[in-house]
């Protein structure tokens, strides 16, 4: 099969990691007989430094021309220290979900056993976990009127959600909770927000559809330290935009590194798949960068293309990677040999390849050749 895929390294470590994803699915190509034909795009920082602006209109044409998307990073210290700044790299990717209708994230969470001495939390807190949240994209406080008035004294940002916006995302939701462990958590600030009230009574609404699926809520500070207390009680997290951001990110404790998360953005027609970390500019350059999360994010674009064994010759080869210890310096730390980028996806495409051989050649790995024996 031929497929078109829309890159987009962005700004940062993206382009470090999405190379290593790319690797990934070149070998996925060559062992299940695929072509991915890549158009590469600028949106962020980059985009700004050449175009004038975060998100050209050449971006949103390749994107909605391609079967799916795959994005690196976005973001640059230049901006982050500049809080007048009226041009933001961020403002590309909030323009893109809004131009593509990308309106439902799914983050998944899970609590990997080779790594479960890497997280900060417990052993006996973490084994077992395995989340998927589900964040609401387009609406909120992130795409309200934002506005700072002219004395430069007052400042608003407008948060608004419709039932369509919110109805949509909640049947995904419990949709997926069907093939897992039937139980949906809906996250809000219902005593003191009116859209998380609209939010509540609207999911009320819809559960009574899915009578196998049991309904519980959790305000969103109960949520967080829930989710630290005792991560293994969720199933599937349903939660509006600001909240999901949070708590997905708090939510990679779990798995010892924001590094190893992924992301995918849906809409009617289009996809885009990315990991959950930032831009990591300090890093940028270095080839110390995770790019598991990346190319986990790699693996979801399989599945939403309907290939799922080879989604799954993704996932194996992540595993392996990661019990035989080739991983980078923010799981294995600095002082005990850990990889680099370029290695760790070296390694993951060459197991692809070579799936039966479960030995490695340590010493090919640490001089960057990546040799399956």
């Not at 010892?256 to 027609?269: F, Q, T, Y």
């Not at 210890?325 to 990889?339: E, R, V, W």
Request: glycine content about 8%; overall charge negative.
């Amino acid at each position: 099969m031929k497929y078109t895929i829309a890159v987009i390294p962005g700004d940062g470590i993206g382009p470090e990691v999405v190379n290593q994803a790319k690797k990934a699915l070149d070998a996925v190509a060559e062992m299940y007989d695929h072509v991915f034909l890549y158009q590469e795009a600028q949106m962020g920082a980059c985009a700004i430094e050449r175009f004038g602006k975060p998100l050209p209109e050449e971006t949103i044409a390749i994107c909605k021309g391609a079967d799916a998307i795959l994005f690196g990073a976005i973001g640059d210290p230049k901006y982050d220290s500049d809080p007048g700044a009226k041009v933001r790299p961020e403002q590309g990717l909030l323009q893109l979900r809004q131009a593509l209708g990308l309106f439902c994230n799914t983050r998944p969470v899970k609590a990997f056993d080779s790594l479960i001495k890497n997280s900060p939390l417990k052993r006996e807190i973490i084994i077992g976990t395995d989340i998927i949240i589900y964040r609401e994209l387009t609406g909120g406080i992130y795409s309200g009127k934002k506005e700072t008035s002219t004395d430069g004294l007052t400042a608003f940002d407008i948060s608004s959600y419709t039932v369509e916006e919110i109805s949509r995302i909640t049947h995904i939701a419990f949709k997926a909770s069907q093939s897992r462990r039937k139980k949906v958590t809906l996250i809000d600030k219902a005593n003191v927000l009116e859209t998380s009230r609209l939010w509540r009574k609207t999911v009320t609404e819809i559960a009574k559809q899915y009578k196998d699926v049991v309904l519980e809520y959790l305000y969103i500070e109960h949520a967080a330290r829930q989710l630290i207390i005792n991560p293994k009680q969720f199933d599937i997290i349903l939660t509006e935009n600001l909240f999901g951001d949070i708590i997905s990110d708090e939510a990679s404790v779990i798995s010892g590194s924001i590094g190893l998360l992924a992301s995918s953005s849906i809409g009617p027609e289009n996809a885009l798949f990315e990991p959950i970390h930032g831009s990591f500019s300090t890093a940028k350059g270095k080839d110390t960068a995770n790019p598991i999360g990346s190319i986990l994010s790699a693996g979801m674009l399989l599945e939403y293309l309907g290939l799922h064994e080879e989604a799954g010759a993704i996932e194996r080869a992540v595993e392996k990677s990661l019990i035989l210890g080739i991983m980078t310096q923010d799981i294995k730390g600095k002082n005990k040999y850990p990889a680099s980028t370029s290695n760790v996806g070296d390694f993951i495409a060459d197991y692809i390849l070579n799936q039966e051989d479960s030995n490695l050649n340590f010493m090919n790995i640490h001089a960057g050749q990546s040799t399956i024996i």
